[in-house]
């Protein structure tokens, strides 16, 4: 079956600007969590949805939501851009809430703030 | 406030010798354990995992211990292949309500041939 798809690869924007990223999981997974990686920080944790509710938040500020859809497939948005907004933006979905479950990811979307 | 750490960015070992990537966490909470791989322009894919009621767990060429006396888990790989080369995360969780994964910053794994 097909893995998790996230679009668009990869994205320049300017300082200011906002983007919205799109993730569609793995058939029949209910569970989309968003991540951050960057540089000497490893994956740092945005935001869980299951069934179109936000289950859990990491320590971003308010810039960055998201949201589900009911057919799972889920967007992040990153309003007023800031540099330090570039990174590597990963998606990954399982079956359940994700706990011990293990993930899958997607490819990622590179964003580049200039 | 870093929970999970691997202390050392990068690492290069031989083909066909012992390749030991460490991690370390300091929530005492945590009772399950994740690695996950990296190669460039892919997303993370899982590798192996250990529960905290046990000090091993063993899948073909990689071996993850745990001493959580510690607070310290360790992943090997042996013999080392080419196709090892990668970024390594390790990862941890906690059954102590709806908890999400927390990652640490990875190693980068480099085996020479």
């Known amino acids: 079956k097909a893995g998790v798809t996230q679009t668009p690869r990869y994205l320049i924007k ?4 906002q983007v919205t990223l799109s993730c569609s999981p793995i058939s029949g997974h209910r569970s ?6 960057t540089p000497g920080q490893g994956l740092q944790f945005l935001f869980e949805y299951f069934s179109e509710t936000q289950r859990n938040k990491g320590n971003f500020p308010g810039r960055f939501s998201g949201r589900q859809f009911s057919n ?3 967007e992040m948005n990153v309003s007023t851009l800031e540099l330090g907004d570039s990174a ?18 997607g490819a990622g979307s590179r964003l580049t703030v200039l | ?22 991690c370390d966490y300091t929530n005492s909470m945590f009772d399950y354990f994740l690695w996950y791989k990296k190669y460039p322009a ?9 529960s905290s009621i046990k000090d091993k767990n063993e899948d073909g060429r ?6 959580k006396s510690a607070k310290h888990l360790s992943l090997h ?31 980068r794994l480099t085996i020479i041939p």
């Open chain 2, 77 to 107: 790989i042996v013999p080392s292949q080419p196709g090892d080369s990668a970024v390594y995360f390790c990862a941890a969780i906690g059954s102590f309500g709806n908890e999400k994964l927390t990652f640490g910053t990875g190693t």
């Open chain 1, 32 to 37: 989309v969590s968003w991540y951050q990686q």
């Open chain 1, 88 to 105: 590597l933006y990963l998606c990954a979905s399982s079956f359940t809430v994700s706990g011990a479950n293990v993930l899958t990811f």
């Open chain 2, 42 to 50: 892919e997303g993370p894919t899982f590798l192996i995992s250990i």
């Open chain 2, 1 to 22: 406030d870093q929970q999970v750490k691997q202390n050392s960015p990068s690492l290069s070992v031989q083909e066909g010798r012992i390749s030991i990537l460490n």
């Open chain 2, 62 to 67: 990689f071996t993850v211990f745990l001493n």
């Open chain 1, 72 to 74: 799972s497939r889920s």
């Open chain 1, 14 to 17: 300017t300082r200011g600007q």
